[in-house]
C-alpha cells in the first residue's frame, strides 16, 4: 500500500512539473468557406445567410480578392464582368467517393449551377457539394476561383494548371453560348461535346468537333454564330489537352449526364446523330418490344 501510494505521489509530482500546453481547436476539416474580400458587414452578413453558415468558427475560413479573379478569368472574361470587387462566396463539403459534384447558386447571374459543376470538372475536381452564393444578384465570377481554392485547401494538393485554365475558359465559352441560346441549353452542349473530346483522347481533331458541333446544334435546334463556334471549337481544344477522362465526367456529372447522354450517344453513332426519322422508328419499336415485355 505505501509503494503504491508512494507511486501516486510521484506520478502527480512529475505531472505538475510538466508545461501546460496551449490546445488549438481546427474548424471542421470537412467544410470550407471561402468569402469575396470586398464584402462589406452586411453584405458578409447575407452572404453567410444565404450559405446556411450559422456560426463561422465551424469552417475553415479563407479569402479570394478582385485581383485573383483577373489573374485567374482576365485572359477569357472582360473586366466588366468581373468588375471591381470579389463579393460571390462559396462553401464547400467534401462528398463520399463517386457522389459526384452537386452545385447549388443564390443571387448568381452570369453562371448557371451546371456551368460550375462542368467547369469544376475539367478543372480537376471530384465528389464534393458546393454552395455559391452573392449579398445580392452578382456574377459569381470569384466563385469559380474560390471552388478551386476550397478544393486545394480541403485536399492539400494544387490542381493542375492546365485543367484550371481550361474550367476558366469553359466557364467563359459556355456564358457566350448562352446569348445565343440559354444558359440550360449551353451547359449541355459543352457537356456533350466534352464527352466527345474525352472518348477520342489523342484521336480527337478539330474537324472532329466542326463535325459534332454542327450536328449537335441541328439536333437541338440551334444557329450559333461562326465566331461563337470558333470559341467553343477552341476550348475543345483546351480540353484536350486537359487529358479529360469520360468516366470521371459521367461520375461526377450524374444529373447534367442523364440530360445530355441522347445527345453525347449520339455524337458517337454512326459517325454522327441518327436521322430523326429513325429515331421515331427505333422510339415506336421500343414501343412495341415493352408492350409485349
Same mark, same amino acid.
Given at each position: 500500500?505505501?509503494?503504491?501510494?508512494?507511486?501516486?505521489?510521484?506520478?502527480?509530482?512529475?505531472?505538475?512539473?510538466?508545461?501546460?500546453? &496551449?490546445?488549438?481547436?481546427?474548424? #471542421?476539416?470537412?467544410?470550407?468557406?471561402?468569402?469575396?474580400? #470586398?464584402?462589406?458587414?452586411?453584405?458578409?452578413?447575407?452572404?453567410?445567410?444565404?450559405?446556411?453558415?450559422?456560426?463561422?468558427?465551424?469552417? %475553415?475560413?479563407?479569402?479570394?480578392?478582385?485581383?485573383?479573379?483577373?489573374?485567374?478569368?482576365?485572359?477569357? *472574361?472582360?473586366?466588366?464582368?468581373?468588375?471591381?470587387?470579389?463579393?460571390?462566396?462559396?462553401?464547400?463539403?467534401?462528398?463520399?467517393?463517386?457522389?459526384?459534384?452537386?452545385?447549388?447558386?443564390?443571387?448568381? &447571374?452570369?453562371?448557371?449551377?451546371?456551368?460550375?459543376?462542368?467547369?469544376?470538372?475539367?478543372?480537376?475536381?471530384?465528389?464534393?457539394?458546393?454552395?455559391?452564393?452573392?449579398?445580392?444578384? $452578382? &456574377?459569381?465570377? =470569384?466563385?469559380?476561383?474560390? =471552388?478551386?481554392?476550397?478544393?486545394?485547401?480541403?485536399?492539400?494538393? %494544387?490542381? #493542375?494548371?492546365?485543367?484550371?485554365? =481550361?474550367?476558366?475558359?469553359?466557364?467563359?465559352?459556355?456564358?457566350?453560348?448562352?446569348?445565343?441560346?440559354?444558359?440550360?441549353?449551353?451547359?449541355?452542349?459543352?457537356?456533350?461535346?466534352?464527352?466527345?473530346? =474525352?472518348?477520342?483522347? /489523342? #484521336?480527337?481533331?478539330?474537324?472532329?468537333? %466542326?463535325?459534332?458541333?454542327?450536328? *449537335?446544334?441541328?439536333?437541338?435546334?440551334?444557329?450559333?454564330?461562326?465566331?461563337?463556334?470558333?470559341?467553343?471549337?477552341?476550348?475543345?481544344?483546351?480540353?484536350?489537352?486537359?487529358?479529360?477522362?469520360?468516366?470521371?465526367?459521367?461520375?461526377?456529372?450524374? /444529373?447534367?449526364?442523364?440530360? $445530355?447522354?441522347?445527345?453525347?450517344?449520339?455524337?458517337?453513332?454512326?459517325?454522327?446523330?441518327?436521322?430523326?426519322?429513325?429515331?421515331? $422508328?427505333?422510339?415506336?419499336?421500343?414501343?412495341?418490344?415493352?408492350?409485349?415485355?
Amino acid at each position: 500500500m505505501k509503494k503504491l501510494r508512494y507511486l501516486l505521489i510521484s506520478v502527480l509530482t512529475c505531472a505538475m512539473m510538466i508545461p501546460a500546453m &496551449s490546445v488549438q481547436v481546427f474548424a #471542421d476539416s470537412e467544410k470550407y468557406l471561402v468569402l469575396g474580400k #470586398d464584402l462589406t458587414t452586411s453584405e458578409k452578413k447575407k452572404v453567410l445567410d444565404y450559405l446556411g453558415v450559422d456560426d463561422i468558427n465551424d469552417y %475553415q475560413v479563407s479569402y479570394v480578392t478582385n485581383s485573383e479573379e483577373h489573374q485567374y478569368l482576365g485572359k477569357y *472574361l472582360s473586366s466588366s464582368v468581373i468588375g471591381k470587387r470579389a463579393l460571390s462566396s462559396v462553401v464547400m463539403e467534401s462528398a463520399e467517393k463517386d457522389a459526384g459534384i452537386s452545385v447549388t447558386t443564390k443571387n448568381i &447571374s452570369y453562371c448557371s449551377e451546371a456551368m460550375y459543376q462542368n467547369a469544376l470538372i475539367t478543372a480537376g475536381v471530384k465528389d464534393v457539394k458546393l454552395t455559391v452564393a452573392g449579398p445580392f444578384s $452578382i &456574377s459569381g465570377t =470569384a466563385a469559380l476561383v474560390a =471552388a478551386t481554392k476550397s478544393y486545394e485547401i480541403m485536399t492539400g494538393k %494544387q490542381l #493542375d494548371e492546365v485543367k484550371v485554365k =481550361a474550367a476558366n475558359n469553359e466557364i467563359a465559352v459556355t456564358q457566350e453560348l448562352g446569348k445565343e441560346t440559354n444558359q440550360k441549353d449551353a451547359a449541355e452542349m459543352v457537356a456533350s461535346l466534352k464527352q466527345k473530346v =474525352a472518348e477520342m483522347g /489523342d #484521336d480527337y481533331t478539330r474537324e472532329d468537333g %466542326q463535325k459534332a458541333l454542327k450536328e *449537335l446544334e441541328k439536333e437541338m435546334n440551334v444557329s450559333l454564330s461562326s465566331s461563337t463556334e470558333d470559341k467553343i471549337l477552341d476550348l475543345m481544344d483546351n480540353l484536350k489537352n486537359a487529358d479529360l477522362d469520360v468516366d470521371t465526367i459521367k461520375t461526377q456529372a450524374k /444529373d447534367l449526364y442523364e440530360n $445530355i447522354k441522347d445527345y453525347a450517344n449520339k455524337l458517337t453513332e454512326d459517325g454522327g446523330f441518327l436521322s430523326q426519322l429513325g429515331q421515331k $422508328i427505333k422510339g415506336f419499336i421500343k414501343k412495341i418490344v415493352d408492350f409485349f415485355k
